[in-house]
C-alpha cells in the first residue's frame, strides 16, 4: 500500500525508544516526519540520520506537559507542510511502584505526560483535523490498562483514561476522522530508567532483558494503522512478545 508516501506525522516522545523508531520507518515508507521531544540534540541527531537517507523531517523541542510546546509541535507540520495527517501521541513514563510507596509526585506526573500530554495533543490537532477533513490520532497505551498487576495502578489507571477518551473520540469523530489505539506489551527501551523505586526498576530491567521485543515491532503496528485506505479505521493493534504472560 502506498498510503504512507506524503503523510505528514507528527510524533511526541520521538527522541528515544517507540517514537524514534516509529519516525525512522515512516520516514523510510516516505512520510515527511515532525518530531517532538524534550531533548533537543537528540532530536537534532535523529533528523540528521533521517536527512542523511533522503527523508523528510522537521523538529522542535516539545515537552508534552506544555499545552502550547504541543501546539507548536502541530504548528510547525502547517507552517513547514501545509497539513497534519497523522498526530501520535507516544510520549509517555511509566514510574511504576506499590500504592503504599506513596510516590504522589511520580504519580502526578504520569497523569501529566500521559493523560494531560495526550489530551493537549488531541486539543491541538482536532481542530486542524476538522477543517481539513482529514486526519488520525495513534494513542499509544499499554498492555498494562488490558492486564492490570500490582504496583501498576496508576500507570495502568492514566493509560486506561487515555484509552476512554480514545474510545469517546472515535465515537465523536465521525467519518472522516481515524483514531487508533496501540497497547504495546515489554519493549526494549529506555523506558525504566526514569523509574523512582531502585528494586522495581532493577525487576523491570531484568524481565525486559529476558523477554523484551524491539521498538520496530511497534513502528510497524503503527505504520500498518496509517497505511489503510482513509475509510478503514484501525481502533486498536495489541503487541506483546510471545513470551508475555
Ligand atoms: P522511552 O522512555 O524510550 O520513550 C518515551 C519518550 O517519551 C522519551 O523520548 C521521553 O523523553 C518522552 N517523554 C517523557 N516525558 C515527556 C514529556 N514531558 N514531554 C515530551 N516527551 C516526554 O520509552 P518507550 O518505551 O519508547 O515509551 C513510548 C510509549 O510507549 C510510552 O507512552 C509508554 O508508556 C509506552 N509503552 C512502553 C512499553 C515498554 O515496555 N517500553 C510498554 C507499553 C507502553
Redesign the pocket.
Known sequence: MENITGKVVAI????????EATALLLAERGATVVL????AARLEALAERITATGGQVAYIP????QRADVANLVQLALDQYGQLDVLVN?????LISALDDLRVEDWEQMID??LK?TLYGIAAALPIFRRQGFGQFVN?????GLKVVPLQSVYAGT?NAVRTISEGLRQEAGAKLRVTLIS????H???A??MTNPEVKAQILST?DQL?IS?EAIARAIVFAIEQPADVDVNEVVVRPTAQG
Open positions: 511526541t516522545g520521538a527522541s528515544s525508544g517507540i517514537g517532538g521531544a524534550r531533548r516539545t515537552d508534552v506537559t507516544n510520549a509517555g513514563i511509566g505526560v500521559n500530554g499509544v497505551v499499554s498492555t498494562a493509560k504495546p506489551g515489554f519493549i527501551t529506555d523506558f530508567e526514569a525486559r523484551a521498538p
